[in-house]
């Protein structure tokens, strides 16, 4: 079985799309409490339940099983418009909700947000981040000023519209200079428009770091689901084509007034080769024939835009990194099937970058741009293996890949997803 601690933290190793939402829905069994605790609406988490396919965005994974505490921390940054929808969405599948809790203390994305990330990324134009347009960029940039509009501030509609007005004309201010041609949005506009919203949401806004401190006291059981991805961490990411928040293993603590004393295991998800959506450098990825065998056998288009992702092979300086600055404690490799039907798989054991050997993944963005993927091949296998369910029934070559790669990790790949479904996986003994 799977050691899972009482606190265990989920995170996406690569640059996100590693199948967060599947193993948090597969881990939230055994749980009591699912908290989110960084990024918003960006994300695109899909779980399936028996034949049902559910998209979360904001929502965290343990949703789908009922009676679960479910938790949407303080470092995340919250789409009204959006969650509601979500809510919505759920009840008429008829998922219980009365279980979301949602930080009075995270930010919330206002309309002027999702305008300004747009006309940003049209101004950047080939030099464009290639974000999802969700307004994630400009609402952190705005907490980090000190002038964001928290969850909390809009239970107080006097309040919540003074902010609105004071931050509404800082927005404003800029487009008009930057932006001559664009409309402007006006706070009647604004304020209209999150009123019913708001009274949707009251009755789920909380203190959660309180709730999550009584949960830990209790002895319950608690996951932290990432969201994104090691690669687009902020600070540790492919700067600047990233996301604005910390999708990596410190940001629990931040993201949701957990103490790290307090963290048992730490699971990164990894996918059996590598994926991207946006722009920025990939070392690994194959622009050819076999990239798009990758997209179409791996359903390699983006839950939140659509976009195809890019594809490439596994890269071992990249789980080498995540499971540094993560600390990872295990690993959960995802679509190992996807891989099936490759005679020969290509394996990225280093870079080289003006003829020097690089081990380690460069953080700095020229070098990575220039970094040469130096490969192993390692054998295939023709076998499904969407209905293998222990490890001694895998085929060799598929075990071997898995052993392999734990051997180089120093750390053990204690779940083998073979598909997207709850069952769909291999449980191993760390
Ligand atoms: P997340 O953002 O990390 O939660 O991942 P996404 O949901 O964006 O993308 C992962 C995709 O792969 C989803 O369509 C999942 O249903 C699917 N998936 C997850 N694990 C597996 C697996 O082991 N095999 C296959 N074939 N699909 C998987
Ligand atoms: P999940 O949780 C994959 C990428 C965007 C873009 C960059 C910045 O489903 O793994 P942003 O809108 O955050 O400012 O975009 O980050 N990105 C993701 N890519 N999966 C995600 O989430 C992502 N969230 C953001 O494509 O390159
Ligand atoms: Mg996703």
């Known amino acids: 079985m799977v050691r899972q ?3 265990t933290v989920l995170v996406g190793s690569q640059w996100g799309d ?6 948090t829905d597969m881990l939230a069994e055994n749980a009591d409490v699912v908290a989110r605790f960084s990024g918003g609406p960006n994300a695109g988490h899909t779980v399936i339940v028996g034949d049902e396919k559910y998209e979360l965005h904001l929502i965290p994974s343990g949703i789908l099983h009922p009676e679960k505490q479910n938790i949407i921390g303080n470092g995340t940054v919250v789409y009204p418009p959006a969650i509601v929808k979500e809510l919505e969405g759920l009840k008429n599948r008829g998922i219980q909700t009365h279980n979301l809790f949602l930080s009075e203390n995270a930010h919330v994305i206002m309309p002027y947000h999702l305008q300004l990330d747009r006309l940003e990324e049209e101004r950047k134009g080939d030099d464009s ?7 994630i960029g400009p609402t952190y940039t705005d907490k980090v000023a000190r002038r964001g509009i928290r969850i909390g501030d809009m239970l107080d509609l006097a309040f919540f519209t003074e902010k609105v007005d004071e931050n509404l004309a800082y927005a404003n201010a800029y487009i008009q200079h930057n932006f001559p041609e664009e409309p ?6 604004i304020v209209e428009e999150y009123k019913p919203l708001i009274e949707v949401l009251r009755p789920h806004v909380a203190d959660t770091s309180l709730m999550l401190d009584q949960a830990r006291k209790e002895g319950k059981v608690i996951l932290f689901e990432g969201a994104q991805g090691t690669l687009l961490d902020l600070d540790h990411g492919t700067y600047p084509f990233v996301t604005s928040s910390n999708p990596t293993a410190g940001a629990v603590c931040t993201g949701c007034g957990f103490g790290p004393a307090h963290i048992d295991e730490v699971i990164g998800i990894i996918k059996a080769y590598t994926t991207r959506v946006g722009h920025g450098p990939f ?5 050819d024939e076999t990239g798009e065998q990758l997209r179409q056998k791996g359903h390699e288009f983006g ?4 976009r195809a992702r890019r594809c490439g092979w596994f890269d071992i300086p990249i789980m080498k990194f995540a499971i540094r600055v993560n600390g990872l404690t295990q690993l959960a490799l995802t679509k190992l099937d996807v891989l099936t039907g490759f005679e020969t798989i290509k394996v990225c054991t280093h870079y080289e970058v003006n003829g020097e050997r690089i081990e380690h993944l460069p953080t700095n963005g020229k070098l990575l741009k220039d970094a040469v993927p130096v490969y192993k091949d390692v054998p295939g296998w023709t076998e499904d293996l969407t209905d293998v369910r222990t490890f001694d029934d895998l085929p060799k070559a598929a075990r071997d890949y898995v052993l392999m790669l734990e051997e180089i ?3 053990p790949i204690s779940i083998v997803s073979v598909g997207p479904k709850r069952v769909q996986a291999v449980l191993r003994t760390p």
């Open 409 to 411: 990790a120093e750390i």
């Open 283 to 287: 070392p690994t990825e194959l622009e």
């Open 5 to 7: 601690g009482k606190a």
């Open 129 to 135: 981040i290639g974000t999802t347009k969700k307004g």
């Open 184 to 189: 402007l949005l006006t706070t009647n506009d």
């Open 18 to 23: 590693e199948g967060k939402g599947r193993i």
């Open 303 to 306: 839950v939140t835009t659509q």
